[in-house]
């Protein structure tokens, strides 16, 4: 089955460090993949998107993504980490033959210490 | 003004009682969506619609039904609410296969 995995349900760095969050996909077909942010009480946000243009992603809030396909992944970085960037990352991948349906990593709670 | 607004933010049900979660978008999407978020397992596709009169079940439809009374509206219906149906459930849109666009989230504790 299509899936997506995302390593490691919690990820805590210090401020300043660098940020990392893993995310794999299970297709030899490159599919849109996209990494959705969600603030504490808050609906999903979309940090940013890749559609095949560029294997490296900008996003928003100085993160960005890029794409591998010999690895499958699509992991998120963001050089220096701030404490406003304390929140879960979801990644998620639209698969071809899906109908266009997001299938959703489980996520990652990413903790910032000061 | 919000693009994706959901009605209401939080409820407190009890079993055994019909609920309906609503969704309203501004965006012009022809496609909408109803997810569950539950923790550790993040979001799982419950039903989906491609306009009015093409709605489809996801991962999780049951227990569930829903309603695209309009190009701008998707309701979702608990007809007998039970205890694992608590969760945080959103509402998404997007044109076409594009990017999804979610709403702030329904808070749904079921007694």
């Known amino acids: 089955a299509q899936s997506v995995t995302q390593l490691g349900s919690h990820v805590s760095v210090s401020e300043g460090a660098l940020v990392l969050l893993r995310c794999n996909y299970s297709?030899?077909?490159?599919?849109?993949l996209f990494w959705y942010v969600q603030y504490p009480n808050q609906g999903l946000q979309l940090l940013l998107k890749?559609?095949?243009?560029?294997?490296l992603v900008k996003g928003i809030n100085g993160f960005e993504a890029e794409f591998k396909k010999s690895e499958t992944s699509f992991h998120l970085t963001k050089p220096s980490a701030h404490m406003s960037d304390a929140a879960e990352y979801f990644c998620?991948?639209?698969?071809?033959?899906?109908?266009?349906?997001?299938?959703f990593g489980k996520g990652t709670k990413l903790s910032v210490k000061p | 003004d919000a693009d994706v607004t959901q009605t209401p933010r939080n409820r407190i049900t009890k079993t055994g009682k019909r609920i309906m979660l609503e969704c309203s978008q501004t965006?012009?999407?022809?496609?909408m969506y109803w997810y569950r978020q539950d923790p550790g397992l993040g979001l799982r596709l419950i039903y989906y619609?491609?306009?009015?009169?093409?709605?489809n079940k996801g991962e999780i439809s049951d227990g569930y039904s829903v309603s695209r009374q309009a190009q701008a509206k998707f309701s979702l219906s608990l007809e007998s609410a039970i205890p694992n149906q608590t969760a945080l459930y959103f509402c998404?849109?997007?044109?076409?296969?594009?990017?999804?666009?979610f709403g702030p989230g329904t808070r749904l504790l079921v007694l």
């Open positions: 998404a849109t997007s044109w076409g296969g594009e990017t999804q666009y």
């Open positions: 297709s030899s077909v490159p599919p849109y």
């Open positions: 890749y559609t095949s243009a560029a294997t």
């Open positions: 998620a991948v639209i698969y071809g033959g899906s109908q266009g349906n997001l299938i």
């Open positions: 965006k012009g999407h022809d496609r």
């Open positions: 619609s491609f306009d009015v009169k093409d709605i």
